[in-house]
């Protein structure tokens, strides 16, 4: 009785690793200059290496710290929820903003990997079409409806 015990943790803590949820972003800064930085709350979760987060990352920021304010004021920013989806439409989704205080600083872009990939955005300018100018402009955010998706963000691409 106790092995079959014993046998039924042990699979459900196979069940329960098999079907974890995690999240990896990755930067790649190509300014030469400046420190990525990816954010929750104002805790700072990277300056720059790949961050992992085991679960749902919810509500993030990300920018090239190049004399920004503290939550990217003045600066392009990506900002991101990587959620594996309960329900359709309940997926990932990741924009670029330049809603006042935010503002074009440098060339950013992101994808997603391992999951929808190719799916993504680039801003090279301050009139570019894939970045939020207004709350309104909805349509710029890019939606992944794939587990455990990836996100890549470039600086100056």
């Known amino acids: 009785m106790f092995s079959l015990f014993k046998l039924a943790a042990l699979f459900t803590s196979v069940v329960t690793l098999a079907a974890a949820e995690t999240h990896t972003v990755v930067f790649d800064n ?10 929750v709350n104002g805790a700072i979760l990277s300056t720059g290496g790949s961050f992992t987060m085991n679960g749902p990352l919810r509500s993030a920021i990300a920018y090239l710290d190049v004399g920004c304010g503290a939550n990217g004021e003045g600066c392009t920013m990506v900002e991101t929820t990587l959620v594996n989806p309960i329900t359709p439409g309940s997926g990932s989704s990741t924009d670029i903003t330049l809603i006042p205080p935010h503002s074009f600083s440098v060339t950013t872009g992101f994808g997603y990997f391992d999951g929808c990939d190719g799916a993504g955005a680039d801003c090279t300018n301050a009139n570019c079409g894939t970045a939020f100018h207004s709350s309104g402009d909805t349509g710029v955010q890019v939606a992944c409806q794939t587990d455990n998706v990836n996100l890549a963000i470039t600086f100056c691409d």
Not at 30 to 39: A, D, E, I, Y
């Open 30 to 39: 190509r300014c030469g200059t400046g420190t990525p930085l990816l954010k």
